[in-house]
T-cell receptor, first 112, second 113 residues
Framework: ETGVTQTPRHLVMGMTNKKSLKCEQH?????MYWYKQSAKKPLELMFV???????ENNSVPSRFSPECPNSSHLFLHLHTLQPEDSALYLC???????????FGEGSWLTVV | GESVGLHLPTLSVQEGDNSIINCAYS??????FIWYKQESGKGPQFIID?????DKRQGQRVTVLLNKTVKHLSLQIAATQPGDSAVYFC????????????FGTGTRLKVLA
C-alpha cells in the first residue's frame, strides 16, 4: 500500500483510441505528478499540479492531456498515441515543492 | 544540464553480504537526496533520504552517505537478503526550480543465494 493508487495497472490501446489513466493519493499532499518511465532511461517529468493548478509542463505532446479536479485526484487523458509512447506511467505526490515524492505502482501502457 | 548518474548498471552480491550502490550528481547546489527501490512490475518505493546538512543517515539495515565535496551519494544495505533484489536509483532535488527532481537510471541489485 503506497498511499498513491493508480488504475488501470495495465492498458493496451490502439493508436486511434482514447483512454485515461487515473491516480488517487491518500496522503493529504498538495502536489501531484505524472512521470514517464522507459527502459534504461531516467524518470521523465511530464506534468506537475499544485493545489489543482498546473505548475509544470515539460514539453509533452498534446496527445497527453492532464486533468486535476482536486488535490487528491489526477488523470492523464490519452489520445492518438504512438507506439513509442509505450512505457510505465507513474503518478506521484508530495507535500509542497520540496517534499519527498511518493509514487504509485504505475500504469503499464502498450500502444499497438 | 543537471544530471544524476549511477556507477554500475548491475551489482551482484552474495546473500548476507553488504551491498553498496553509488550515485553521482552534477549540481553542487542540490540539497535533498532520496534513494528509491523499484521491484519488477512495481512503482518506486521510498527507502531513505538525506539533506545536505548531513553526511550520514541510517535506517533499518540501510545507510545513506553523502559526500558533498565530490558530489557523491551511496546507499549501503547490510546483510543483503533475497528480498532486496530490485533496481535502486537516487534522486536529487534540482535547486534550479521547485517540484523538479533529477533521477538516476538505476542499479539492478542481484542477490545470489
Amino acid at each position: 500500500e503506497t498511499g498513491v493508487t493508480q488504475t488501470p495497472r495495465h492498458l493496451v490501446m490502439g493508436m486511434t483510441n482514447k483512454k485515461s489513466l487515473k491516480c488517487e493519493q491518500h496522503l493529504g499532499h498538495n502536489a501531484m505528478y505524472w512521470y514517464k518511465q522507459s527502459a534504461k532511461k531516467p524518470l521523465e517529468l511530464m506534468f506537475v499540479y499544485s493545489l489543482e493548478e498546473r505548475v509544470e509542463n515539460n514539453s509533452v505532446p498534446s496527445r497527453f492531456s492532464p486533468e486535476c479536479p482536486n488535490s487528491s485526484h489526477l488523470f492523464l487523458h490519452l489520445h492518438t498515441l504512438q507506439p513509442e509512447d509505450s512505457a510505465l506511467y507513474l503518478c506521484a505526490s508530495s507535500q509542497d515543492s520540496q517534499g519527498t515524492i511518493y509514487f504509485g505502482e504505475g500504469s503499464w501502457l502498450t500502444v499497438v | 544540464g543537471e544530471s544524476v548518474g549511477l556507477h554500475l548498471p548491475t551489482l551482484s552480491v552474495q546473500e548476507g553480504d553488504n551491498s553498496i550502490i553509488n550515485c553521482a550528481y552534477s549540481n553542487s547546489a542540490s540539497d535533498y537526496f532520496i534513494w528509491y527501490k523499484q521491484e519488477s512490475g512495481k512503482g518506486p518505493q521510498f527507502i531513505i533520504d538525506i539533506r545536505s546538512n548531513m553526511d550520514k543517515r541510517q535506517g533499518q539495515r540501510v545507510t545513506v552517505l553523502l559526500n558533498k565535496t565530490v558530489k557523491h551519494l551511496s546507499l549501503q544495505i547490510a546483510a543483503t537478503q533475497p528480498g532486496d533484489s530490485a533496481v535502486y536509483f537516487c534522486a536529487a532535488l534540482a535547486p534550479s526550480g521547485t517540484y523538479k527532481y533529477i533521477f538516476g537510471t538505476g542499479t539492478r541489485l542481484k542477490v545470489l543465494a
